[in-house]
């Protein structure tokens, strides 16, 4: 496979470095005489990673994070004091209005009238911002020096990835996959099988008989494939925002949840 240490084509800290000449020529390599993992299709193979970096946000405040508990434990940094359980020394305490004695640990048990004082993992929002002041360039570096590793090691070279095809890759972006019995209909992650598989189970045929869930059942699965139909179309013409408006507009009302949790579908 094509080394991408020296690719003039890979902007250093790019946000896309699938759009790279050398990846692209590498993801064909990869892809001859492979199938989709999900249904066994060869065409209009696609790779899907099954990690993802965080948001630049939040990769730069765990790496903050990580950076404020190494200089406490060097003492560079005074921590913030908390209550703790006098007997284990965590901080998994709660108070007690109407029982004594007054302090309850999470943790073991115990309970006490006084707790004691412990160092935390966490400074005082004073010394966090002024930390963050001080330190703020040695953060970014961190933070972009990891993402770049992380591309460069494990993205460019298909590490932690399957093969999809392009439907079952669209099902997987919008929390369904294949169901496993029929290998033809759609299904949400977490079910065990689609509509018409499960409605031929002695449990199947109890619930068909709830005519409310049924019928919001094939509202949203009627709505999913119209959904799925137009994003198709839209894709092939090369409108992927247009697409992508489709399924946000979808889930907004079917599946909020999967919007909250899913950064791009937000």
């Known amino acids: 496979m094509e080394s991408f240490d020296n690719d003039e084509d890979f902007p250093i800290h790019s946000k896309k470095p699938w759009q790279t000449a050398a990846w692209k020529k590498a993801r064909s390599e990869y892809l001859k005489d492979k199938v989709c993992s999900k249904c066994g299709s060869d065409e209009s193979l696609v790779i899907h990673h099954l990690r993802k970096l965080p948001d630049f946000d939040a990769h730069f405040r765990a790496v903050a994070s990580t950076l404020i508990r190494e200089s406490i434990e060097s003492k560079e940094i005074e ?32 309970q006490f009238e006084v707790p004691v004082i412990v160092p935390s993992d966490r400074v005082s929002k004073e010394d966090f911002k002024k930390f963050l002041a ?11 020096s990891q993402r770049d590793s992380f591309f460069q090691e494990e993205y460019l070279q298909f590490k932690n990835c399957v093969v999809l095809c392009k ?82 507009e979808f889930h907004r009302k079917y599946s909020p949840k999967l919007v909250e949790n899913d950064e791009d579908l937000n």
């Open 167 to 248: 439907k079952c890759h669209f099902l997987t972006h919008n929390g369904r996959d294949i169901c496993p019995i029929c290998k033809k209909n759609s299904k949400k992650i977490h079910f065990p099988s689609c509509w018409e598989c499960f409605q031929k189970t002695p449990k199947g045929e109890l619930w068909r008989r709830d005519q409310e869930g049924y019928k919001k059942y094939r509202e949203e699965h009627d709505a999913f494939l119209e959904m799925a139909d137009k994003a198709y179309e839209l894709e092939d013409k090369g409108d992927f925002e247009g697409a992508k408006l489709l399924e946000r």
């Open 134 to 144: 001080n330190n703020k360039n040695e953060i970014e570096s961190i933070v972009e």
């Open 79 to 110: 921590p913030e004091y908390k209550n703790a359980c006098p007997a284990c020394k965590y901080q998994s305490i709660y108070r007690r209005k109407t029982v004594k004695p007054i302090f309850k640990c999470i943790r073991c048990g115990h």
